[in-house]
């Protein structure tokens, strides 16, 4: 789960609408029993709990498009976007969670094709990653910077399949990870969409009419914040994965919104060591699966 987590923060800052497009979504976790997995078992700790809820927006505005001879586009375009957790956390008698997450970022992408199957998208971003919600605690190590770079294949006018690489400090220094893009729908009264850009999505919708759409899906997402603890680096890892029902109500062209109603399989909360070994560790925290609800507006311009 962790290589993961920094994989959809690659893919994260390597995306932007083709059309500008401002969303806003806040998401409940109900209360769960929290426990320590460790190789295929797991132990609850004692009788810790929490839930949690997350308020998350962003706006995503192209600066540039130009359309060549097959449609696709060169263009330049920014994304800005930001998330709050609220952890309500109980009965813990060691410092395994924190309380709050604070995740802001800012990327630039530019996109052109290369040919008539290739397509390569570039970024550079970087954001904030904060234990509190208190912006005047920004610290230096708070901050974290992205550059990459993807070629994207055009395998079929409903599929692209693309991967490369990115650059980041997640573990203090500056260092390469796989970067990947998954950008896969088809069209009519039933569809299925998959995508792996700001986390990984699957959904297989059902048209009731123009203006709902019903869709079961499945979210895999996450947040992060960087702190010390004990005068070491650590890294607060925050990771879900959601099945759901969702219904899609279109007030207008412009105004889409999504409802979801479903279940978390698990919820990976854990304070780590901020060095390339705990991608690699058996070791793990997280809270069992609990109901789940989200509720959001998405506004197309």
């Known amino acids: 789960m962790r290589s993961l987590f920094i994989g959809v923060f690659m893919i994260g800052i390597t995306y932007t609408k083709s059309n500008a497009q401002a969303f806003f979504k806040t998401a409940y976790f109900a209360e769960s029993a929290y426990q320590m997995t460790e190789g295929e078992s797991s132990q609850r700790i004692g009788n810790s709990r929490g839930s949690a809820i997350i308020y998350e927006g962003g706006v995503n505005i192209p600066l540039y498009k130009k359309l060549n001879e097959l449609n696709r586009p060169t263009m330049w375009s920014v ?14 008698t060691e410092p395994l969670v924190i309380n709050e997450v ?40 708070n901050v974290l910077g ?7 294949r055009h395998l079929k006018p409903n599929l692209d399949l693309g991967g490369g690489l990115a650059l980041n400090n997640s573990f203090g ?16 009264r039933y569809s299925i969409q998959a995508s792996l850009r700001d986390g990984l999505e699957i959904s297989a919708g059902y048209n009731v009419n123009p203006n709902v759409k019903l869709s079961l899906v499945m979210e895999v997402n996450g947040q992060m914040a960087l702190l010390e603890q004990d ?3 650590k890294i607060f890892t925050h990771q879900y994965v959601v099945f759901g029902l969702r219904p899609e109500i279109k007030l207008d062209k412009h105004i889409t919104i999504p409802l979801t109603f479903g279940v978390n399989a698990t919820r ?3 304070i780590t060591d901020r060095s390339l070994k705990t991608i690699f560790q058996d070791k793990g925290y997280s809270f069992r699966g609990a109901l789940y609800g989200a509720a959001g507006i998405q506004v197309r311009f």
Do not use: C
């Open 268 to 270: 990976t909360a854990q």
């Open 79 to 92: 994304a800005v976007g930001g998330t709050y957790v609220n952890l309500n956390n109980k009965n813990f």
């Open 173 to 188: 220094f500056p260092m390469l990870f796989p970067a990947f893009y998954v950008n896969w729908k088809t069209a009519g």
């Open 146 to 152: 992205s550059v990459s770079a993807v070629f994207i």
């Open 102 to 141: 604070l995740n802001v970022g800012v990327s630039v992408v530019y996109l052109r094709p290369l040919n008539n199957r290739w397509s390569l998208r570039t970024g550079i971003g970087g954001g904030i990653f904060m234990p509190t919600s208190h912006l005047s605690q920004i610290k230096f190590k």
């Open 231 to 233: 005068g070491k680096d």
